[in-house]
């Protein structure tokens, strides 16, 4: 059984980055697409990124596009999540996540494995 453990979160001021990483153990994950989710508090767990398992696809959450890149190595069973020009409405619990199937999918229904989540925190 695959697991997910995710890293890099932080407290950092409006404008600032981060590369969240992802490490996946267990088994090789090279052949699923991964996701990351966000929940911040009193709000549902949301799509924010998510790239195929060759990491020739991705797809983006409006809201992200054009400051968030997702990526993935798969010799070091690792995906990460570039955040740029970093919000304060970013602030949440970022997930990784291991798709059930085989396409990119943006809802959480899609996804059988979680990690355990790091914290982003943005200051205005």
């Known amino acids: 059984q695959v697991q997910l453990v995710e890293s890099g979160g932080g407290l950092v001021q409006a404008g600032d980055s981060l590369r969240l990483s992802c490490v996946a153990s267990?088994?090789?994950?090279?052949?699923?697409?991964m996701g990351w989710f966000r929940q911040a508090p009193g709000k549902e767990r949301e799509f924010v990124a998510a790239?195929?398992?060759?990491?020739?696809?991705?797809h983006y959450q409006n809201s992200v596009w054009g400051r968030f890149t997702i990526s993935r190595d798969n010799a070091k069973n690792t995906v990460y999540l570039q955040m740029n020009s970093l919000k304060p409405e970013d602030t949440a619990v970022y997930y990784c996540?291991?798709?059930?199937?085989?396409?990119?999918?943006?809802?959480?229904?899609?996804?059988?494995?979680w990690g355990q989540g790091t914290q982003v925190t943005v200051s205005s």
């Open positions: 267990g088994r090789t994950f090279s052949s699923a697409p």
């Open positions: 790239i195929s398992g060759s990491g020739g696809a991705t």
């Open positions: 996540a291991l798709r059930r199937g085989y396409m990119v999918a943006t809802t959480v229904a899609d996804y059988g494995t």
